[in-house]
């Protein structure tokens, strides 16, 4: 009986730390793609929509899903080479197409992309702006079966397979979609997504704010700054009024600084009344 209840005691000890194991190696997964941004979350509730630049500002694409990387890089649109799950070489450059190229960049084995392959079926049904060439990304023959590759595609839908784009783009997972805005050159709109109505949105979004930013640049605006060169343009202009580096001014400590006195603050009316009664 005592040797029975050791062997049991030690079973129960090794199934604890298998299970013990499993967790945490589950843990690591889970870390792992959420740093990663692949299929985490739901990109309705995710912050930092952008919004139409202003003068002197360069309009920030939009993403949607877990935040990207920093440093990662949001604005090149190289093309996109490779091969059709027939196996004929096909090339796309978005940038230079005019209109809007929806990148999306999908996998056979991804079950968050069976949605995608299924509503691409429905090419009417999409709510994506007129005129939009939706370009599917999977990777290359080498990584992809272009059988399956071949059955999950619609007929007619423009499929490319080539693992350099999803390094070019630095696709950190699937389904993962990038937009961009042939006529300015650059992407407009990029992330994860996990039902076609968020990239839906995502497209309707960007356009918006592509539209708004076109119309500053025609009312003689600079919405070409970005970066150090903006920084530049902040200064000259700083500069320029007068304002040099350590001004107090540009260190404000409390709403005063900002706003003046509170007499200051008040509106002329009011200010007339308090000196009239």
């Not at 843990?27 to 309705?44: E, F, N, S, T």
């Not at 940038?95 to 691409?120: H, I, K, P, R």
């Not at 590759?149 to 499929?159: C, E, F």
């Not at 497209?203 to 919405?223: K, L, N, S, Y």
Request: aromatic share 4%.
């Amino acid at each position: 009986m005592v040797a029975l209840c050791v062997v049991l005691g030690a079973v129960v000890l090794l199934l604890a730390v298998l299970v013990a194991g499993l967790l945490r190696s589950h843990a690591d997964i889970l870390k792992a793609l959420h740093d990663l941004g692949a299929g985490v979350g739901d990109p309705a509730d995710a912050d930092g929509h952008e919004h139409a630049a202003g003068p002197g500002q360069t309009a920030v694409p939009l993403t949607m899903g877990p935040p990207l990387a920093r440093d990662r890089d949001a604005t090149s649109t190289p093309a996109v080479a490779g091969v059709t799950p027939a196996g004929d070489a096909l090339a796309v450059a978005p940038a230079t197409s005019g209109g809007l190229t929806l990148l999306a960049f999908l996998s056979t084995g991804c079950a968050s992309c069976a949605g995608f392959w299924d509503a691409f079926r429905r090419p009417d049904h999409l709510g994506l702006p007129v005129g939009t060439r939706l370009v599917v990304v999977t990777k290359g023959p080498e990584r992809e079966i272009a059988g399956e590759v071949a059955a999950l595609a619609a007929p007619g839908l423009r499929v490319l397979m080539s693992s350099d784009a999803w390094t070019d783009y630095e696709v950190p997972g699937s389904p993962f979609f990038v937009l961009v805005d042939g006529a300015a050159g650059r992407r407009i709109g990029e992330g994860v997504a996990n039902e076609m109505s968020q990239v839906a949105e995502l497209v309707r979004r960007a356009e918006v704010d592509a539209t708004a930013a076109a119309d500053q640049a025609r009312a003689g605006h600079d919405v070409g700054l970005d970066g150090p060169r903006r920084e530049s343009a902040n200064d000259a202009e700083l500069l320029a009024a007068g304002i040099l580096p350590g001004d107090p001014s540009l260190y404000p400590t409390s709403l005063e600084d900002l706003y003046g006195p509170p007499d200051a603050r008040m509106p002329t009316a009011t200010r007339r009344l308090q000196r009239e009664g």
